[in-house]
């Protein structure tokens, strides 16, 4: 059974950095496109980056592209989003997905593994 696990989250001021983290388990991470989303109190749930199997391919919202950077160590069985630059805007619950059979897809439905989320709040 795959596990999925955010972690990073917190409070920080319009412009600075965050470094989220997602812990993948049961089984091999390798399998598996990554993506976040995000999803603000009221709002629907936004795709953000996603990165391909290997880790040599990755797909960014328009919105973040040159400001987020996504990661991932097979090895380490985690993947990574590194965030600059952050917007009042961007508050939102952050989610690390995987995905068996879908690479860069942008809609939530095709991932069939998802974590909890962890809150990223940006003040002004």
């Known amino acids: 059974q795959v596990t999925v696990a955010e972690s990073g989250g917190g409070l920080v001021q319009a412009g600075d950095s965050l470094r989220l983290s997602c812990a993948f388990s049961g089984r091999p991470f390798r399998n598996y496109a990554v993506a976040w989303f995000r999803q603000g109190l009221g709002k629907e749930r936004d795709f953000v980056p996603s990165?391909?199997?290997?880790?040599?391919?990755?797909h960014y919202a328009d919105s973040v592209k040159g400001r987020f950077t996504m990661s991932r160590d097979n090895l380490q069985n985690t993947a990574y989003l590194q965030m600059n630059s952050l917007k009042p805007e961007e508050t939102a619950v952050y989610y690390c997905?995987?995905?068996?059979?879908?690479?860069?897809?942008?809609?939530?439905?095709?991932?069939?593994?998802w974590g909890q989320g962890t809150q990223v709040t940006v003040s002004s």
């Open positions: 997905a995987a995905a068996a059979y879908y690479t860069h897809s942008e809609v939530p439905t095709t991932y069939e593994n």
């Open positions: 990165i391909s199997r290997s880790g040599g391919d990755t």
